[in-house]
């Protein structure tokens, strides 16, 4: 009887708890259910405005970011921790792009960051696509361009000429081939760690395309990639795909187009590898390409 008694008095302080400490939220966050029309899933749209917003009658920049789940909240603690109050980096407005409700992850993303199905072919040897369905990347797009980014430029003092997209793995593949399909659709592209090698390399053919077809590319582009992330011996290094070979032809071709409105950079970030190379990435990215009034003096 002891025993039980300790126990119920155990498991009511448990529920009190619960119910005096309810879950952290981010201040200055706001979340949109907006479902797109183009395939029919239901997203949200997480935006995040910077302790400046609102005090003067400047347009910010506006950055957009797949992957939101994890990317969202780094980014925002980056700007507000490394930009130092808009000294190493300029103040923006951070839009999530959130997975599709009912999806996990990895279902959401393969469908949605993806250009091609597939799994509507025969399986080539070594390939290995565990996700349900792949290649919704143009109708994801179309998402992005008719619903996202009006409805941010319409809510928010966001600046249309400067639109930033960031995609890390399958979202810099995303980012790829809006760049590649729709390349005004943002104005900057900052592609990490890009899954050029996705279905034998499509990413390529669709270059090609697109060379064959127009005389010019008018988008900055810049291209990260991880030192661990080529076919070398180690156990970090990866063991199937070169990643860092993949993007390095990626921007050779571009380049060799001699496109008039193109600038593309590429930079590959020592001592990091497919998984950890993100936060480093977005952190030398936003202090290079959305630079503050700085240089940084502590107090």
Request: aromatic share 12%; proline share 7%.
């Amino acid at each position: 009887m002891r025993l039980f008694i300790v126990l119920c008095v155990f498991l009511s302080l448990n529920l009190s708890a619960e119910e005096q400490f309810p879950a952290w939220e981010l201040p200055d966050t706001q979340v949109h259910q907006l479902p797109a029309l183009s395939n029919g899933r239901h997203y949200e749209v997480w935006i995040e405005l910077p302790p400046s917003y609102g005090k003067t009658d400047k347009k910010l920049p506006v950055l957009f970011v797949s992957d939101a789940n994890y990317a969202f909240p780094l980014i925002r603690s980056i700007r507000n921790r490394l930009g130092a109050g808009g000294q190493n980096i300029e103040d923006f407005i951070i839009v999530g792009l959130s997975y599709a409700k009912g999806a996990s992850p990895t279902d959401s993303r393969s469908l949605d960051y993806t250009p091609t199905n597939v799994l509507a072919r025969a399986k080539k040897p070594g390939e290995n696509f565990g996700a349900k369905a792949y290649g919704g990347a143009a109708l994801y797009a179309r998402y992005l361009q008719q619903q996202v980014i009006p409805f941010v430029l319409k809510n928010y003092r966001a600046d249309p000429q400067r639109k930033l997209f960031v995609g890390h793995s399958y979202g810099a593949l995303l980012g790829a081939h809006i760049l590649l399909t729709q390349p005004d659709t943002f104005d900057l592209y900052i592609l990490s760690s890009p899954s050029f090698w996705f279905d034998d390399k499509f990413m390529l053919k669709q270059e090609q395309q697109y060379a064959a077809q127009n005389k010019d590319l008018a988008a900055k582009v810049q291209l990260y990639a991880a030192e661990f992330e080529q076919k070398k011996p180690g156990p970090r290094y990866l063991k199937n795909n070169d990643i860092v070979a993949d993007m390095r032809l990626f921007e050779k071709r571009l380049k060799s187009r001699n496109y008039p409105g193109l600038q593309i950079h590429s930079q590959i970030i020592a001592d990091e590898d497919h998984l950890s190379v993100f936060p480093s990435m977005i952190s030398r990215a936003l202090v290079k390409l959305l630079p503050g009034y700085g240089p940084y003096k502590p107090s």
